[in-house]
C-alpha cells in the first residue's frame, strides 16, 4: 500500500477505547487530517513517548484511505520546543494557535503556507526572551498571520470607504469591512470599535515586519486582539467558541 511520510503538528488529541489515541494533525503534505494511533496508549507501544503536543513529529500514513480517519503506520520525532511544553504561559498561547487552526481552517487545507506559517509561530514563542516575552504581540501577530495565508487581510493605512489616509484619532475599526473607517465616513453612533492612530499604525507595522514591531500597553494590544478575531470569525465563515481563550486570558493576568 503506498504511504505517504510527512512531518506535522499534533493540534488536538481524543482518547479513542481502551488503548487508542484519535489525532488531528495539521501535516506538510496532506494538510489538516485525522489519524488514528492504535494501542497508543499501552505502555508498550510503538508510539510511547511520541505523539506530544509541542512536538514537530514525523507521520507514516496510508496515501488512500476507506474512512476519514487514517491507520497511524509510524511516527519519530523531529523536533520538540522545550520552553513551550514546560512554560504554562507559552503553553496557553500555543493551544490558542492550536485551536485557531482547528475551528478557522477547513480539513483538509492542504496549504504548505498554513503548514510553514504555525510551525514558525510555534518555534518563536518558543525562542522569545522572557523578559521580553509578550504573549499577547505573539496573537495578534499570529491572527494577521492567519488571516494573510487564508487569502483576507485587513489593512490599516486607509479609509475603507472614502480612502482618504487614516492618520488621525477619531477612526473607526470596521471588521466587516477590514479597515479603518475615518470619522467623516463614520458619523455619528456608527458602530465598529474605535481605535487610537497610535494602535492603527502599530498594526500596520506588525502586519509587515511581524514582531519586531514591538510592543504597546496591554489594553491597546487586547484591542487589536478583539478585533482580529472578530475579523477573522467573519471573513472564515462565522465566529467560533474558543476554550483555549479562557485559559490564555487567566493566564495573561499573571504575566
Ligand atoms: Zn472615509
Redesign the pocket.
Known amino acids: 500500500m503506498a504511504s505517504v511520510k510527512s512531518p506535522g503538528l499534533i493540534l488536538k488529541k481524543i482518547p479513542f477505547s481502551d488503548s487508542s489515541l484519535i489525532l488531528k494533525v495539521f501535516t506538510r503534505e496532506s494538510g489538516l487530517i485525522t489519524l488514528i494511533a492504535k494501542g497508543a496508549k499501552r505502555p508498550k507501544s510503538r508510539f510511547s513517548g511520541l505523539l506530544d503536543f509541542f512536538t514537530l513529529d514525523q507521520f507514516v500514513y496510508p496515501e488512500k484511505s476507506k474512512s476519514e480517519i487514517h491507520t497511524l503506520m509510524e511516527a519519530g520525532l523531529i523536533r520538540d520546543f522545550p520552553r513551550l511544553k514546560s512554560d504554562p504561559a507559552r503553553q496557553s498561547l500555543g493551544h490558542v494557535f492550536m485551536e485557531l487552526y482547528l475551528k478557522y481552517v477547513a480539513e483538509p487545507a492542504q496549504s504548505h503556507p498554513h503548514y510553514e506559517m504555525l510551525l514558525e509561530r510555534l518555534e518563536q514563542i518558543d525562542e522569545a526572551d522572557d523578559p521580553a516575552f509578550d504573549p499577547v504581540l505573539h496573537l495578534c501577530d499570529f491572527l494577521l498571520g492567519l488571516c494573510a495565508v487564508s487569502g483576507f487581510s485587513p489593512q490599516f493605512s486607509e479609509?475603507v470607504?472614502?480612502g482618504?489616509p487614516a492618520t488621525g484619532f477619531r477612526v473607526r475599526m470596521d471588521p466587516d469591512l477590514g479597515g479603518p473607517?475615518?470619522a467623516?465616513?463614520a458619523g455619528a453612533g456608527a458602530g465598529g470599535i474605535a481605535f487610537p492612530g497610535r494602535l492603527l499604525r502599530w498594526l500596520g507595522r506588525l502586519q509587515e515586519m511581524g514582531i519586531r514591531a514591538g510592543r504597546l500597553p496591554r489594553d491597546e494590544e487586547s484591542q487589536a486582539e478583539a478585533f482580529l478575531l472578530s475579523f477573522l470569525g467573519k471573513h472564515a465563515g462565522g465566529a467560533r467558541p474558543m476554550k483555549t481563550l479562557d485559559f490564555y486570558h487567566e493566564m495573561l493576568e499573571t504575566f
Open positions: 479609509c470607504q472614502c482618504r473607517v475615518c467623516a465616513c
